[in-house]
C-alpha cells in the first residue's frame, strides 16, 4: 500500500492506494483525477476537476516517517515567491 | 555554528527576520536591491529602498532587534559558491529560480554543508521545505519567469517563511532535518 497525497487549490489530502512498483507518473495523475473527481479523497472533493487538472504537477515518491511509501502530487514551486503572471495587476 | 541565507527575497526575507534569535551567526547574500514593489511581498521597508537585499535585511535586523548578520551583496555562482559557503554548517536556498537553486545544491553537496531548499507554487498555495538529499529543483515554465511582488500572497509567503524558519530551527538545536508540505489545509511535516 502507498500514500497518495495530493495538493490542488491551496487542500492537500491522503488517499490510501494500492500501487504497482512501476506506476508512472501519468497513471499516479489519472487516478489522482478519478479518485478527486469521486469524493475518495476526504478533504478533496471536486466533481467538476478538469482533466488537465495535474498535467503540470510534479510528482514526488518519498519514504514516509514510518517507512511507508508515500506519493506526493502538487504543482510545481520554481519560486521563491510566486509568479507575476498569476497575480492581480 | 553558521547559517548562510542564500537569496534575501520573499521567503529569504521573511525566514530572517524569524531568525533573529537563533543560536547561530547569519550569513546574508543576495545581490539585488530592494525596489518599491518588494514592500509588499518582502520583509523589508520604506527606508531599505534602493539598498542592497543582504545589507537591507542585515541593517534592519540590527536597528529593530540588536540582532548581528553578515551581509554579501552577491550573486551566487559556481566560481563564489565554495567562498560563499566557506565556514557555514547549514546552507538555505531561498532562490527564485531553478539553475541557482542547481548551482548552490551542487556547491553544498562539495562542501558537506547540509542545504535546506524551500519554495512556494505560482498560485500561492502551495510551499515546500525540504532538505536536499529528498529536493529536486522544479523548473520555471518560462526561464526567467518574473516573481510576484504585488503581495496577495503574503499570509503564504509568511506560513512557508515560519515554517522554514522552525526548520532552521529545529537543525540548530537537535541536527534533525525535518521536510514539510505548506498548504492552506495546514503544515504536514513529510520527514
Known amino acids: 500500500m502507498a500514500i497518495?497525497?495530493?495538493t490542488y487549490m491551496g487542500q492537500s489530502a491522503d488517499y490510501e492506494l494500492a500501487l504497482d512498483a512501476h506506476t508512472s507518473d501519468a497513471d499516479i495523475k489519472r487516478i489522482a483525477i478519478?479518485?478527486?473527481?469521486?469524493?475518495?479523497?476526504?478533504?478533496?472533493?471536486?466533481?467538476d476537476l478538469p482533466g488537465n487538472a495535474f498535467v503540470s504537477f510534479v510528482v514526488d515518491r518519498l519514504r514516509g516517517t514510518g517507512g511507508e511509501q508515500r506519493i506526493y502530487l502538487?504543482?510545481?514551486v520554481p519560486f521563491g515567491a510566486p509568479a507575476r503572471r498569476r497575480c492581480a495587476s | 555554528m553558521r547559517i548562510v541565507m542564500c537569496g534575501i527575497g520573499a521567503l529569504g526575507s521573511t525566514a530572517v527576520q524569524l531568525l533573529r534569535n537563533v543560536a547561530a551567526e547569519l550569513r546574508?547574500?543576495?545581490f539585488d536591491r530592494v525596489e518599491s514593489k518588494n514592500l509588499a511581498a518582502q520583509w523589508f521597508v520604506k527606508q531599505s529602498l534602493h539598498k542592497n537585499k543582504a545589507e537591507a535585511a542585515r541593517?534592519?535586523?540590527?536597528?529593530?532587534?540588536g540582532a548581528k548578520a553578515e551581509a554579501l551583496g552577491v550573486r551566487l555562482a559556481a566560481t563564489n559558491a565554495a567562498q560563499l559557503l566557506a565556514g557555514c554548517d547549514l546552507a538555505v536556498d531561498c532562490f527564485d529560480?531553478?539553475?541557482?537553486?542547481?548551482?548552490?545544491s551542487q556547491a553544498a553537496t562539495t562542501a558537506g554543508v547540509p542545504l535546506l531548499h524551500a519554495a512556494i507554487s505560482a498560485d500561492g498555495t502551495f510551499g515546500l521545505v525540504r532538505w536536499d538529499e529528498r529536493f529536486t529543483a522544479d523548473r520555471e515554465d518560462a526561464p526567467g519567469q518574473p516573481t510576484c511582488e504585488g503581495g496577495e500572497h503574503?499570509?503564504?509567503?509568511?506560513?512557508?517563511?515560519?515554517?522554514?524558519?522552525r526548520a532552521?530551527?529545529?537543525?540548530?538545536?537537535?541536527?534533525?532535518r525535518h521536510d514539510y508540505l505548506v498548504s492552506m489545509s495546514g503544515v504536514m511535516r513529510t520527514s
Not at chain 1, 34 to 47: F, I, S, Y
Not at chain 2, 59 to 65: I, P, R, V
Not at chain 2, 97 to 104: E, H, V
Open chain 2, 97 to 104: 529560480n531553478a539553475d541557482s537553486r542547481i548551482t548552490l
Open chain 2, 28 to 30: 546574508l547574500v543576495d
Open chain 1, 4 to 6: 497518495l497525497n495530493i
Open chain 2, 154 to 165: 503574503l499570509p503564504m509567503i509568511g506560513l512557508v517563511g515560519a515554517t522554514l524558519a
Open chain 1, 74 to 76: 502538487r504543482p510545481k
Open chain 1, 34 to 47: 478519478e479518485v478527486v473527481r469521486a469524493g475518495g479523497v476526504r478533504g478533496l472533493h471536486v466533481p
Open chain 2, 59 to 65: 541593517l534592519q535586523l540590527a536597528n529593530f532587534y
Open chain 2, 168 to 176: 532552521i530551527q529545529d537543525f540548530v538545536a537537535s541536527g534533525a
